[in-house]
């Protein structure tokens, strides 16, 4: 197997996404990466096995360790964010498991951002704070906020931009600068799986680790459970030694990873509609006298508007709102709603709705919704590839149905 292209400089995104670092099989000549289905590998010798065991010689002996089309979908999502290397993992959370126990030991502070996916925070509060490492969650959103927290026993700065659910934006450049003028051993790790590659990179940006759910964006068609790390050779090297192998073992099969590659051949087509139909729906949901507000990056009334302007390429394809209400009545809009489909995740080609803080989010208590500034009754939207048309006249309807609802007194 042969590596057709190296820097995503060399060709334009798209096709990156479609053809970059594509391995080529020199037996058949198959233009798609075949699926090397397989848990192990033979060697040519004891010598050479015991090297590739110790890490000193290239080459594949185990799955957990490395597979052919494991490594095409990895070089293939390093190109997209501008890393050296990848590591793919059987979940996002996988890959966040394993980023977290490669560089955070008993005793190590890891500085995270008070917004962030529920199970992310689950790991980070339940899981992190019970085998001794010392977690402080903080607004990131306000860099002075990480000058007051940084310490000499740091090892990690945690977040997501936009945030998990409230697309809070933070200024990657800032705070990978500030880190790392404290300390340039501090990792800088951010969640990109909301803006994808294709509208963020933050590894351009001064951090240290990228993470994405594939789940999401990247494979896009809500079929696949995988995640990745993506970063420089050396702490991928880390992440897959001991993250991966020894910590956690959430490997990704290699049919998933297949899956992952085939969605990216349309990614950033996909993430073009997502953004352009997102726009459409927060303009309606703004004018809509049932919505009490909306959370978009692309509002020029959003707090991080001109902030995610200047590190993003378009604004997503992810809206949030609140509803006049409350919770109450988030729930009955989501029961009005026709065409949207009640369910968690995003990213994929159907538009998804769901309710964070009893869904996505229910490991927050709800004074840690609300110190998150997670209000009870928003309401998060993933807007899916259907006509924007579809999308709408859906949220009008439950919308309308509201107002209706309320001047009846019901």
Not at 30 to 50: D, K, L, R
Not at 82 to 111: D, N, Q, R, Y
Request: net charge negative.
């Amino acid at each position: 197997m042969t590596s057709q292209y190296n820097h995503v400089e060399t060709i334009h995104y798209s096709t990156a996404a479609i053809r970059g670092t594509r391995l080529t099989d020199q037996t058949y000549d198959s233009v798609a990466t075949p699926i090397y289905q397989t848990s192990t590998f033979a060697v040519p010798n004891c010598e050479s096995g015991a090297m590739r065991f110790s890490g000193e010689q290239p080459g594949y002996y185990y799955s957990r360790m490395g597979n052919p089309t494991l490594t095409a979908l990895e070089e293939r999502l390093a190109l997209l964010e501008g890393g050296e290397a990848a590591v793919v993992t059987g979940s996002g959370m996988g890959a966040i498991a394993a980023t977290v126990w490669t560089f955070c030991k008993p005793g190590s502070h890891l500085i995270a951002d008070c917004t962030l996916y529920g199970g992310t925070y689950e790991l980070l509060t339940e899981g992190a704070k019970e085998f001794g490492v010392d977690v402080e969650f903080i607004d990131l959103s306000v860099p002075n906020n990480l000058n007051h927290a940084l310490r000499e026993n740091t090892a990690m700065v945690y977040m997501e931009t936009p945030a998990n659910p409230t697309l809070k934006i933070t200024d990657l450049w800032e705070i990978a600068r500030r880190a790392h003028e404290y300390c340039p051993e501090i990792l800088v790790a951010v969640d990109n799986t909301i803006a994808t590659p294709y509208l963020q990179r933050p590894l351009f940006l001064g951090c240290d680790i990228v993470l994405h759910s594939l789940t999401k964006y990247l494979n896009g068609h809500g079929d696949v459970i995988a995640g990745a790390a993506i970063g420089s050779s050396s702490l991928m090297e880390q992440i897959r030694r001991r993250g991966l192998k020894t910590m956690t073992g959430a490997v990704l099969g290699p049919f998933e990873a297949y899956l992952v590659m085939r969605g990216l051949q349309t990614f950033p087509l996909r993430m073009e509609q997502h953004c352009s139909t997102a726009e459409l729906v927060s303009h309606l949901l703004a004018s809509h006298p049932a919505v009490e507000k909306v959370y978009y990056p692309g509002l020029p009334e959003h707090s991080g508007h001109e902030l995610a302007q200047k590190q993003m390429r378009r604004f997503g394809g992810m809206v949030s709102f609140e509803v006049k209400g409350g919770r109450s009545a988030g729930a009955k809009l989501l029961n009005s709603l026709k065409f949207c489909l009640l369910a968690v995740s995003l990213g994929d080609a159907e538009t998804l709705i769901e309710h964070p803080a009893s869904m996505s989010h229910s490991p927050y208590s709800d004074q840690e919704l609300e110190e998150a500034g997670i209000p009870a009754g928003l309401v998060r939207l993933s807007v899916g590839l259907e006509d924007p048309q579809d999308i709408l006249e859906d949220l009008q309807q439950g919308l309308d149905k509201l107002l209706e609802d309320g001047q009846s007194g019901r």
